[in-house]
C-alpha cells in the first residue's frame, strides 16, 4: 500500500472518530453549538428583538439555551424575508449574522413554486466540505475504491447573478461547485470527476450532460462511482444517451466533438481531454447494440465494469425515479447521499449499504442547532381543512423519541434563528447518542379541494399503484405530476403522465379508477362519495413534456443539479404545457 493510501484510510478513520465522538454526546454538544451560534451573532438585530441587551456571555449554556428557546418564536422564511432584501440590497449591518454576507443561495423553487434568497457564508461550504469527506469515509468502509479514481458526476452550476446590492446569487450547489471547498474535497477522498469546470459551469445542461457521458465513457476503466445531486439528473441523463449514443461513440472513435456542442470554453477543454480511441469506441458501440435488445437494462455495469455503486439522493420526491435508476443499474448499489436543504446540512448516511427506501440519516450536532416539533396524526374521521397533523411544543435533540414523527427546525450559523423547515422526519432510532432520520415528506399540503388532506408521499403511493397496472401492461411511467383544478365546481385532481410504450384505452381508464380508489384520506373518501369532489382526471401527455418542464424552470434561472420536478402545481406556466402537451383524458368510475 502507498504512503498516500495509508494517509487517506487514517484521514478516513479520524473522520469518523470524530463523528462518533460528537454523537456520543449529541446533547451537549447542540446545547454548545447554539452558545457558538448566539455569541458569534450577538448583537444582531434580529435577535435584538427578542434577547434585547441581555449580556449572554456571562450565562451558562444550558440557560442560555432555555431562555432563547422561550423568548424568541418559531419563524417561517417569511420573517426573515425582509432582513435577506435589505442585505440583497446592500444593506451591509449587522440584521441577521455578524458575519459578512456576500452571497445569497436560491432554493430549487420546485416545492412551493417560488425560489427563496438564503444567506450562505464561508461556514455553508465548510459544512458542504466535512459532510462530503464524512460520508465519503463511511461509503468507503463498505465499498472500498481505488485511490485516484474518477466519478462520473452528473453535476451542473447554474448561473449566477448580482443583486442591486452586489451579492452573488445562485443555488448553492453552483457556489459549492465554485468554492476551493469542492478541489480540496477531491484531493481529501482521492476521487476526481470526470469533467472540467467549463463543462459543469457551462450553463446548458443538455450539452454538460452530453460531455460527462463522453468524458465518463472516454475514461469508463478509471471510473469508480457514478454520481449525481439528485436522482433525476442521473435518469434523465440515461434517458438522453439512448437516443443519442451513435454520435458519442463517433466522438470517441475519432477524438471529436458532437456539433451539437456549441460552447467554445466547453469544447477546447474537452478536446484536450479526449483523443481518438477505436478500439474503446467498437466496445462501446458492441454493448450499446447489446443493450438495445435489453431495453437498457444493467446499462451502468455494462458501461462502466469497475463502478462499484450508483450514489446520490433518492428520498423525497426523488423516489419515483428509483425504479428507473435500478433498471440502469442492474445489480450495483444504488446508496442515498445525505440529508440536507439550501438552510443546512442535517445528516449523514452511516449504513451505506441499506437501500435508499430503508435509509436513515444521522443527525451532526455541530452544523445546526436543532429543535423537533412532535407531530400528531388527526383521527380517520377528524375533518380538518387546514392540515392532517396537529402538533406540540418542540423539543431539543436530546428529548426525541424513536417512532415519533416531527417536524425540524433549525438555527443556522449563517443567520436562521428558529427557522420551520418543513419537512417531516420520523426518528428511527439512534447513532450513539444522535438520532438517526427517516425522511417522511414535506408537511405542505399539496393537494385539497375541500376537506380533503393529501401530502406529496400520499400522491407518491397513488400514483404507484396506478402505474403497477402499466407495468403490467409493459409500459413505463416516465414521470407525473398533478394539479387540483377548482376552477369548475365540484373540484377535482388532475393527474398528468408522461409514458413510454403504447397502452389500451381500457388499461389507461382502469389507472385512472385504480387512483381514485387509492386515496385513502377521510376528507377525500368522504368528498368523493357526496360527489362535493368531482372524478379523477387522468391526463396522458406527449413524450417530451417533463423536458419542457425542465426547461421552463431552467429559463427562469432554477438549475439542473437542484431541480425536482412539481408533484402538485397551480403554476399558470406549467399548467399551460401540461394541458398542450395532453394527448388523452380519462375520468375515473370508482365512484359511479
Same mark, same amino acid.
Given at each position: 500500500m502507498s504512503n498516500s493510501n495509508k494517509s487517506n484510510g487514517k484521514y478516513d478513520h479520524d473522520i469518523i472518530d470524530w463523528f462518533e465522538s460528537v454523537s456520543e454526546n449529541a446533547g451537549h454538544v447542540q446545547t454548545q453549538t447554539l452558545r457558538r451560534i448566539l455569541e458569534l451573532n450577538y448583537g444582531v438585530e434580529?435577535?435584538?428583538?427578542?434577547?434585547?441587551?441581555?449580556?449572554?456571555?456571562?450565562?451558562?449554556?444550558?440557560?442560555?439555551?432555555?431562555? =432563547?428557546?422561550?423568548?424568541?418564536?418559531?419563524?417561517?422564511?417569511?420573517? =426573515?424575508?425582509?432582513?435577506?432584501?435589505?442585505?440583497a440590497d446592500g444593506d451591509t449591518g449587522p440584521s441577521l449574522s455578524q458575519q459578512p454576507i456576500t452571497t445569497l443561495s436560491l432554493s430549487s423553487g420546485t416545492t412551493e413554486g417560488k425560489q427563496k434568497y438564503v444567506p450562505f457564508t464561508r461556514h455553508s461550504a465548510q459544512t458542504t466540505l466535512q459532510i462530503f469527506r464524512l460520508a465519503a469515509a463511511y461509503r468507503s468502509r463498505v465499498y472500498p475504491i481505488r485511490e485516484g479514481g474518477r466519478i462520473l458526476e452528473f453535476i451542473y452550476s447554474g448561473k449566477q447573478f448580482k443583486t442591486k446590492g452586489g451579492l452573488a446569487v445562485g443555488t448553492a450547489t453552483t457556489h459549492y461547485f465554485a468554492s476551493e471547498e469542492f478541489k480540496i474535497k477531491q484531493k481529501m477522498t482521492q476521487s476526481f470527476t470526470c469533467s472540467p469546470e467549463e463543462v459543469i459551469s457551462s450553463g446548458d445542461y443538455k450539452q454538460s450532460s452530453y460531455c460527462h457521458l463522453l468524458l465518463g465513457l472516454f475514461l469508463s476503466e478509471e471510473v469508480e462511482f457514478i454520481s449525481s445531486t439528485f436522482a433525476y439528473s442521473m435518469v434523465q441523463a440515461f434517458r438522453g444517451f439512448e437516443e443519442h449514443w451513435k454520435d458519442t461513440c463517433n466522438d470517441i472513435k475519432q477524438g471529436s466533438l458532437s456539433p451539437r456542442i456549441t460552447s467554445p470554453k466547453v469544447r477546447e477543454a474537452v478536446l484536450k481531454i479526449i483523443t481518438p480511441n477505436p478500439c474503446l469506441a467498437s466496445k462501446i458501440q458492441s454493448s450499446c447494440e447489446e443493450l438495445q435488445n435489453l431495453n437498457w437494462s444493467g446499462l451502468i455495469p455494462k458501461l462502466w465494469p469497475n463502478a462499484k455503486y450508483v450514489y446520490s439522493i433518492m428520498t423525497g420526491s426523488m423516489q419515483p425515479y428509483l425504479k428507473k435508476l435500478r433498471h440502469y443499474a442492474g445489480e450495483l448499489p444504488l446508496v442515498s447521499a445525505d440529508y440536507g436543504s439550501t438552510e443546512s446540512w442535517i445528516?449523514?448516511?452511516?449504513?451505506?449499504?441499506?437501500?435508499? &427506501?430503508?435509509?436513515?440519516f444521522s443527525v451532526i450536532p455541530t452544523f445546526s442547532y436543532f429543535e423537533f416539533i412532535?407531530?400528531?396524526?388527526?383521527? $380517520?374521521?377528524?375533518?380538518?381543512?387546514?392540515?392532517?397533523? =396537529?402538533?406540540?411544543?418542540?423539543?431539543?435533540?436530546? $428529548?426525541?423519541?424513536v417512532g415519533q414523527e416531527y417536524e425540524l427546525v433549525l438555527t443556522t450559523f449563517t443567520g436562521l434563528y428558529r427557522y420551520r423547515l418543513g419537512d417531516v422526519v420520523e426518528v428511527a432510532g439512534f447513532h450513539r447518542g444522535t438520532p438517526k432520520l427517516?425522511?417522511?415528506?414535506?408537511?405542505?399540503?399539496?393537494?385539497?379541494?375541500?376537506?380533503?388532506?393529501?401530502?406529496?408521499?400520499?400522491? $407518491?403511493?397513488?400514483?404507484?399503484?396506478?402505474?403497477?397496472?402499466?407495468?403490467?401492461?409493459?409500459?413505463?411511467?416516465?414521470?407525473?405530476?398533478?394539479?387540483?383544478?377548482?376552477?369548475? $365546481?365540484?373540484?377535482?385532481?388532475?393527474?398528468?403522465?408522461?409514458?413510454?410504450?403504447?397502452?389500451? &384505452?381500457?388499461?389507461?381508464?382502469?389507472?385512472? +379508477?385504480?387512483?381514485?380508489?387509492? =386515496?385513502?384520506?377521510?376528507?377525500?373518501?368522504?368528498?368523493? +362519495?357526496?360527489?362535493?369532489?368531482?372524478?379523477?382526471?387522468l391526463c396522458i401527455v406527449e413524450r417530451g413534456t417533463f423536458k419542457k418542464i425542465l426547461d421552463h424552470f431552467i429559463g427562469n434561472g432554477a438549475a439542473m443539479s437542484q431541480f425536482k420536478t412539481p408533484r402538485c402545481t397551480s403554476n399558470q406556466g406549467l399548467l399551460r404545457i401540461l394541458n398542450l402537451c395532453t394527448l388523452k383524458r380519462f375520468q375515473s368510475t370508482a365512484y359511479d
Open positions: 434580529y435577535l435584538r428583538k427578542w434577547l434585547g441587551d441581555i449580556n449572554i456571555h456571562d450565562m451558562d449554556a444550558c440557560a442560555l439555551e432555555s431562555l =432563547f428557546t422561550s423568548v424568541v418564536p418559531l419563524a417561517s422564511h417569511a420573517d =426573515f424575508e425582509p432582513y435577506i432584501q435589505r442585505i445528516g449523514v448516511n452511516v449504513d451505506p449499504s441499506l437501500p435508499p &427506501e430503508n435509509v436513515t412532535p407531530l400528531y396524526r388527526r383521527k $380517520q374521521d377528524c375533518i380538518s381543512a387546514i392540515d392532517d397533523l =396537529f402538533e406540540d411544543e418542540p423539543v431539543p435533540l436530546s $428529548q426525541v423519541k427517516s425522511f417522511i415528506c414535506r408537511r405542505k399540503l399539496i393537494l385539497t379541494v375541500n376537506i380533503d388532506k393529501n401530502t406529496e408521499k400520499d400522491l $407518491q403511493l397513488v400514483v404507484e399503484r396506478g402505474s403497477e397496472l402499466l407495468s403490467q401492461a409493459g409500459a413505463e411511467l416516465v414521470d407525473f405530476t398533478s394539479h387540483a383544478n377548482i376552477a369548475k $365546481q365540484p373540484g377535482h385532481y388532475v393527474i398528468y403522465w408522461e409514458i413510454k410504450g403504447e397502452v389500451d &384505452e381500457s388499461i389507461l381508464g382502469e389507472c385512472c +379508477r385504480e387512483m381514485d380508489a387509492s =386515496f385513502v384520506d377521510y376528507g377525500y373518501v368522504v368528498s368523493r +362519495r357526496t360527489s362535493s369532489i368531482g372524478p379523477l382526471e
